[in-house]
């Protein structure tokens, strides 16, 4: 499945984005699907990932509850709501899926072999 993230931008602290992750199959409701970053200088961390069997969601405990992935079925799309946004968010973001990915392997990039191309949030203070 091709990926293509998008939705990034440069905010303040406090405010909020909502990144989106298209995918170009029909089927993409039966894929696993992540969100990871990567922050200069470091590696890059899972985010939130929502898996491929009904409503069942991870999150980086980091996160404090301000992030929320969602998905819409009919424009085969995943979105990363994120609020509260602060500088230590600033980051690359990627979205990733595997097909029938669920559970907590969610949480490890190997888990995935699809890769959409990043999109950079830029939160300033």
């Known amino acids: 499945v091709q990926l293509q993230a998008s939705g990034g931008g440069l905010v303040q602290a406090g405010e909020s984005l909502r990144l989106s992750c298209a995918a170009s199959?029909?089927?993409?409701?039966?894929?696993?699907v992540g969100w990871f970053r990567q922050a200069p200088g470091k590696e890059r961390e899972f985010v939130a990932a929502l898996a491929s069997t009904g409503e069942q969601t991870f999150y980086s405990d980091s996160l404090a509850g301000r992030f929320v992935i969602s998905r819409d079925f009919a424009t085969n799309t995943v979105y990363l709501h994120m609020n509260r946004l602060n500088p230590e968010d600033t980051a690359v973001y990627y979205c990733?899926?595997?097909?029938?990915?669920?559970?907590?392997?969610?949480?490890?990039?190997?888990?995935?072999?699809?890769w959409g191309q990043g999109t950079l949030v830029t939160v300033s203070s």
């Open positions: 990733a899926a595997q097909y029938g990915a669920s559970g907590t392997g969610l949480l490890d990039e190997s888990e995935y072999n699809s």
């Open positions: 199959e029909r089927t993409f409701s039966s894929f696993g």
